[in-house]
């Protein structure tokens, strides 16, 4: 039987090329729709939006926080896709007394494309895998940053406000940009505040579709305490999905960079 070695290091086991899949992962969920594996995949989260004909119709086994156990037993997966960040270690680990669970750690392009290849080992989609990740390096070759580097912050949560630090994603496609996290300094996705944000002398402020749904109210709310601060909403899924809406990305952050440009 195969052996796979997953992001945290940990080996699994498949019976064979994987037939009943669970993902517990959005971007994940996206990226296994686009190998081509719509009859393999059997369960996806409440969170799995795309693609949509998937999200009105494949069986869902809660959040990516909250994973329903009996429907996932129900469903009796021969691999589950899960996420060190974005899933319940707790829950990973009670999933992998069961069945085989292949876990990734996403921080860097790297990481993505790591990711990618190997999902398509695991799937027998390795050819498109790695047809995807040509794809993904070739479209990041064309993105054409700021010069010089722009002081900017990203919000993805009010109530309270919290930004990114430098060990996650985000902050890798902000510096893909030329977009310097005036939050470099710190780790994660620590909360901050307005007066933080105002010494932080940010000139471009990015508020996230999600997780927050930030809208422009919220913009307008921001603005009266940042009176020199271009605003703008972005679009979170392009960065922090480290699927293949990685295809889609440079092209959004080349649009967004050419606003900076005109402002």
Not at 3 to 17: A, E, K
Not at 54 to 64: A, D, E, H, Q
Not at 156 to 181: A, E, S, V
Request: overall charge negative; some cysteine.
């Amino acid at each position: 039987m195969p052996s796979f070695t997953d992001q945290l290091n940990r080996t699994i086991t498949l019976p064979g090329i994987p037939q009943r899949i669970i993902s517990l992962v959005p971007s994940q969920t996206e990226l296994l729709a686009s190998l081509g594996l719509d009859e393999e995949v059997v369960g996806i989260t409440k969170f799995c939006v795309h693609p949509g004909h998937w999200f009105r119709s494949k069986k869902r086994v809660g959040g990516t926080k909250k994973v329903h156990m009996d429907v996932v037993h129900e469903l009796q997966p021969d691999l589950i896709i899960a996420n060190k960040e974005e899933n319940v270690r707790e829950q990973v680990e009670e999933l992998a007394r069961h069945y085989p669970v292949w876990v990734s750690d996403v921080n860097t392009l790297g990481d993505a494309l790591g990711m990618i290849r190997a999902l398509g080992d695991m799937t027998n989609t390795a050819a498109k895998a790695a047809a995807t990740t040509h794809h993904i390096e070739a479209a990041f070759s064309q993105i054409t940053p700021v010069q010089p580097a722009v002081r900017t912050a990203y919000l993805i949560w009010k109530d309270p406000y919290m930004t990114i630090g430098n060990d996650t994603f985000i902050h890798q496609m902000l510096l893909r940009c030329g977009l310097q996290n005036v939050f470099e300094h710190q780790t994660r996705y620590p909360a901050i505040t307005v007066d933080q944000l105002q010494t932080a002398n940010c000139k471009l402020l990015l508020l996230s579709s999600e997780p927050y749904p930030f809208k422009q109210q919220h913009i307008d709310e921001l603005q009266q305490y940042l009176p020199h601060t271009l605003i703008l909403l972005a679009d979170g899924e392009m960065f922090s999905w480290y699927g293949s809406r990685l295809l889609q990305a440079p092209g959004y952050f080349n649009e967004l960079l050419n606003k900076l440009k005109i402002s």
